[in-house]
């Protein structure tokens, strides 16, 4: 069984930043092979989307929303996955989620509250 834990989330003013993790957990053969991996976000009264994607080659694609603003990076030795928040805005309030790309495991979700 595979375990999706994001972290890292809480409470920033507009303008800051925030580095959410995503940690893999399970048995040797539930955490390999690698996968491609990916970050949701989904904000009250609204449908869950995708913020960013990382291939297992590294290639990454974003929503228009977060372009120049969020990174996301991988790192497979720790079976991580990090999204560095820079430039929050209020809109990006929402609870983050990352997915195993092509399965159906979710991690639980982290809040991540842009205000003042």
């Known amino acids: 069984q595979v375990q999706l834990v994001e972290s890292g989330g809480g409470l920033v003013q507009p303008g800051g930043s925030l580095r959410l993790s995503c940690a893999t957990s399970g048995s040797i053969y539930s955490v390999h092979p690698i996968y491609d991996m990916g970050w949701y976000r989904q904000a009250p009264g609204k449908q869950r989307e995708l913020v960013a994607t990382i291939t297992t080659g590294y290639s990454t694609n974003y929503a228009d929303s977060v372009k120049g603003r969020f990174t996301i990076s991988r790192d497979n030795a720790k079976n991580t996955v990090y999204l560095q928040m820079n430039n929050l805005k209020p809109e990006d309030t929402a609870v983050y989620y990352c997915?195993?790309?092509?399965?159906?495991?979710w991690g639980k979700g982290t809040q991540v509250t842009v205000g003042s």
């Open positions: 997915k195993r790309e092509g399965t159906e495991y």
